[in-house]
């Protein structure tokens, strides 16, 4: 297994532009996640997502938005960037509910 | 605010001795937690986990220990070699919260010296 997979590994992106992070998990995994992490900080909840067709908000959802059509996939999109959103995104992925999180590698986002 | 903190932001030991990383949370109602450790450039890897009916678990070179009295979680990392150098944090999930009911603490970074 792959495991999570998440792509790019880097970005640099203009204030205004538009992208999707991509997320992929071939564990079958229902439950998925979105993360931001900035400098000595923890991690932050933007989305999640309990399964095919089902997403909800977590913490810092402002600026995103998330879709899951398929068990595997759970792009985050960012529409009109802004330098707030320059941090280190991390997708995950777990089985159920009190089970261990399974993390992908990360996208480094930059925005200036 | 945040229920799951940790004591110390760097924790410096000389290879070969033992390193503790300690953890506090503040919801009584967490009953599972796990240890993650995450190396530079890299998303966190987990490492141990343990439930709240339990006060310890042993893993290959790792222990944690859960004291529910004064809710403290502790990491234990056996005869410390330079691959452990990392930030490990601590994350809890409480209880009769919802699928997002996972709190990270900030980590702490452990430096291993030679």
């Known amino acids: 297994n792959a495991g999570v997979t998440q792509t790019p590994k880097f970005r640099i992106l203009k204030i205004g532009q538009s992208m999707t992070l991509q997320c992929a998990q071939d564990?079958?995994?229902?439950?998925m996640y979105w993360y931001r992490q900035d400098p000595g900080m923890g991690l932050k909840l933007i989305y999640y997502?309990?399964?095919?067709?089902?997403?909800d908000k977590g913490e810092v959802p402002n600026g995103y938005n998330v879709s899951r059509s398929t068990t595997e996939d759970f792009p985050l999109r960012l529409e009109l960037a802004a330098p707030s959103q320059t941090s280190v995104y991390f997708c995950?992925?777990?089985?159920?509910?009190?089970?261990?999180?399974?993390f992908g590698n990360g996208t480094r986002l930059t925005v200036t | 605010g945040e229920s799951v903190g940790l004591h110390l932001p760097t924790l410096s030991v000389q290879e070969g001795d033992n390193s503790i990383i300690n953890c506090a949370y503040s919801?009584?109602?967490?009953?599972?937690f796990i240890w993650y450790k995450q190396e530079s450039g890299k998303g966190p890897q987990f490492i141990i986990d343990?439930?709240?009916?339990?006060d310890k678990r042993q893993g290959q070179r790792v222990t944690v220990l859960l004291n529910k009295t004064v809710k403290h979680l502790s990491l234990q990392i056996a005869a410390t070699q330079p691959g452990d150098s990392a930030v490990y944090f601590c994350?809890?999930?409480?209880?009769?919260?919802?699928?997002?009911?996972?709190?990270f603490g900030k980590g702490t970074h452990l430096i291993i010296q030679p």
């Open positions: 995950a992925s777990r089985i159920q509910r009190n089970s261990p999180l399974h």
């Open positions: 564990m079958n995994h229902n439950y």
């Open positions: 997502s309990v399964g095919a067709g089902i997403t």
């Open positions: 919801n009584s109602a967490s009953d599972y």
């Open positions: 343990i439930r709240s009916n339990m």
């Open positions: 994350a809890e999930i409480i209880s009769g919260g919802g699928a997002d009911g996972l709190t």
